[in-house]
């Protein structure tokens, strides 16, 4: 047996294969081409055509934008869509953002997390022949640049414009875990009845949307993927910017499908820190001896907790460390801060709902069922999801 000291809050007994190393080599821009940088493919297609581009800071041709790359190429930009957090990538999560233009080139930015959030309207695809769609996901459902992915192959398909999908590698693509997303938990931060991690790149992932018929009204868009070269779903990947404000370490990104549930919970994941996505507290968490108190930060202009001490655990050499290797969601968190938070009656809230996707496992939180248990509900529903997800990969699968 492996004993893993967790935290000052309560240690965790495991066996030991059941935490690993993740030896697998870490790939970069260097071993990995995303789609963007394949423009002997896509190039062809949109020259002389007007384009929308649907992107923000993660949009990069090595360490150019993509819309300065495809200016200095000629090519002709209508407009730019951007997600949640901004075209820049700067703004708080949940913020609505308003219509601007882009400093840079004067282009007019149209915000799909603003006042009509999710999707484009008809009239500013208007004049515009091919959509292109580049945003680096981190492979979690709740991740909302997802959301953003299906209302825009939504208006693609009702405007009957082509959309070509640049694809990026999936930081957290190398396993499948969590419950599976039950329909009457239908929110913008989970539209598809998958689990929490899903182990696919947003190219495969908009097939699967396409091919599925989750598209309102089963309609179909008109979809190109320019595939990765060099990745397969063994990898892991270095991500050469971060893909949102809170989201700024690799070992955020890694804890992230673990941690974002606790954000329907009372208990704060640090944002208003410098460790965002790395430490978890409370103020009155009992038995923890690791404290934190949440500023106003960009990116976190007012952070649950602000200004107060939170009683926590600092999982930032864990998250590095292990998490990689683990392969799973991390549970024994969410059950610990459960055990040790003395009013339990709103340890919850509806948005866990959301974000889990099913009702059972707060119910299963509370009664204490062990962990196997837990994993075990998921497995009907995940069995059936792995044998969707085999028809639409593009890439080699983990082993």
Known sequence: MLIILMS????????????????????TDAEITVGARRLDIYLPLITGKT???????????????LVDSLLALH???????????????????????????????????????????NKPTAKELEGVDIVLFDIQDVGARFYTYLSTLHY???????????????????????????PVMEDKHKSFVGLHPVPVVYGMTIGEYAQMVNGEGWLAGKEKCKLLVIPLLGYTHND????????????????????????????????????????????????????????????????????????????GMDLREFGKSYIPGYKRLYLYWLEGCYKNTPDKSHFFNNYFLALSGTDSLEKQIKEDLPEDEIRASWQPALKIFKKIRTKYLLYTDFK
Do not use: W
Request: net charge positive; glycine share 8%; with cysteine.
């Open 8 to 27: 000052q809050l309560f240690v965790v007994v495991l066996p030991a294969q059941e935490i690993a190393i993740f030896d697998n080599p870490i790939k």
């Open 51 to 65: 384009i929308a581009i649907v992107g923000n800071q993660t949009s990069l041709i090595g360490k150019t934008h």
């Open 75 to 117: 090519i002709k930009i209508k407009v730019l869509f951007c997600p949640e957090h901004g075209f820049r990538g700067k703004e708080d999560a949940g913020k609505e953002i308003d219509n601007s233009k882009d400093k840079k080139t004067g282009l007019p930015i149209v915000s799909l997390f603003g006042d009509h959030k």
């Open 152 to 178: 825009v192959m939504e208006a693609c398909a009702e405007s009957k414009k082509q959309l070509i999908l640049l694809d990026r590698p999936n930081p957290n693509g190398y396993y499948v875990d969590g």
């Open 236 to 311: 892991l990947y270095q991500l050469p910017v971060p893909p949102s404000p809170n989201l700024s370490t690799m070992t955020a990104v890694y804890l992230y499908p673990s941690l974002c549930l606790f954000e329907g919970t009372i208990v704060s994941v640090g944002r208003g820190t410098d460790f965002p996505f790395q430490v978890i507290g409370h103020p009155t968490l009992e038995g923890a001896k690791f404290s934190f108190t949440p500023e106003s930060k960009p990116g976190a202009l007012n952070p649950l907790y602000k200004g107060q001490k939170c009683m």
